[in-house]
């Protein structure tokens, strides 16, 4: 008798979507994570997000396609006001309006939601899991930075609100996700189940797209060079000061 584990759907997809999804740890590592240690660059990688999710939210309260990740009350929109009020201050949105590539892929949301809602889902899935599994990794490395760094808020929310789930288990949220849409999916006919594989490749790729617009990597890059450079210099000095 075989103990072997039946492939979920939520399996299905996570292999359909392994190779686009490699270039996205690619392209955070490369470009968020440097938001380790430059809150500017933190910033705007939030700020690429926010219509994203805002849109997602708006539509799980009101389409019927999405009731069932109502009750998981993941809202995140005021949390990423919260953030941003914190890094850009409390009036940022006088000055602030959406980049081309966050307008591209909300009006992609919108195209889905008037045509196929259900495809929705592979959004508010594949963003939402990012966010429970990566977001709070990035969050826990910023969290160890802030404390080798000086003139840093001690206050573990300040900045992180987008990350923070009050008490809520992490990997219960996340199995709730997964329970979800495996639900989901068993009312769904193979031709749906393969438009949703498709979308979900383009969840990934449309994220892509918005984590190149992060403003700030250049400079972060170059600061980091400087900085490296600098610890260098000082290093040979010593060598070259004590054996001389």
């Not at 399996?11 to 955070?28: F, I, P, Y």
């Not at 705007?44 to 109502?70: H, Q, R, S, T």
């Not at 980049?99 to 963003?127: C, D, F, G, Q």
């Amino acid at each position: 008798m075989s103990n072997k584990k039946p492939i979920t759907f939520c399996d299905e997809m996570r292999k359909a979507t392994r190779e686009v999804h490699a270039v996205s740890d690619a392209l955070v590592n490369a470009k968020l994570a440097l938001g380790l240690h430059n809150d500017k660059v933190w910033a705007d990688g939030l700020l690429v997000f926010y219509e994203i999710f805002m849109y997602l939210e708006k539509a799980i309260n009101m389409n019927a396609n999405l009731k069932p990740f109502k009750s998981m009350e993941l809202n995140r929109t005021k949390a990423f006001e919260l953030d941003l009020s914190f890094y850009l201050g409390k009036d940022w949105m006088k000055n602030y309006s959406p980049r081309p590539a966050t307008i591209k892929y909300v009006n992609h949301l919108k195209k889905l939601e008037s045509t196929n809602p259900i495809l929705l889902i592979a959004y508010i899935y594949h963003l939402y899991m990012g966010l429970l599994s990566g977001g709070i990794i990035l969050r826990k490395k910023r969290e160890v930075m802030n404390k080798i760094m000086p003139f840093k808020s001690s206050d573990k929310l300040d900045g992180n609100h987008v990350t923070d789930f009050n008490d809520r288990s992490i990997y219960q949220l996340k199995m709730n996700m997964r329970k979800t849409m495996n639900e989901i999916a068993e009312t769904m006919d193979d031709d749906v189940k393969k438009l949703f594989i498709k979308e979900s490749k383009k969840v990934f790729s449309m994220n892509n797209e918005i984590i190149r617009s992060v403003e700030g990597a250049g400079v972060a890059i170059l600061k980091k060079i400087i900085l490296i450079i600098g610890i260098i210099g000082m290093f040979l000095f010593f060598i070259i000061y004590y054996y001389n």
